[in-house]
């Protein structure tokens, strides 16, 4: 079966949320902290999990609203992979409205000896294959 979710030009993994009700402010928009969950949701699906990473850092650039019953899309592509982390920029479109654009950084995490380690080859080459896109012109 042929996936019905448009794929974010530039950005190789796409996920698909519908905007919930629970996800609105008073002023009947989405409001900025959601944000953050869609974006979470996005890098499990890229990742598989978040159990070997913390989160460094994250930033987001509010370009339009959001309402609910909305579909918004968010792609996501791999920007930079260090020795330690790595980072993933991110697009969130409602139809063809960019109503954001965010990075993140992710660290590589032994949470049993509380410290960061190297990326892992296996992480590392998945990264390369599956969201590193061409020449970026």
Known sequence: MESTITRVDGFPFTRRERVRFRDCDAMGH?????????LEEARIGVLGGLSEFILARMEIDFRAELRAGEEVEIGTRCARIGTKSFELEHELRAGDRVVAAARSVLVAYDYERGESVPVPDELRARLHRALTPGPRG
């Open 30 to 38: 989405v409001n900025n902290a959601v944000y953050s969950t869609y």
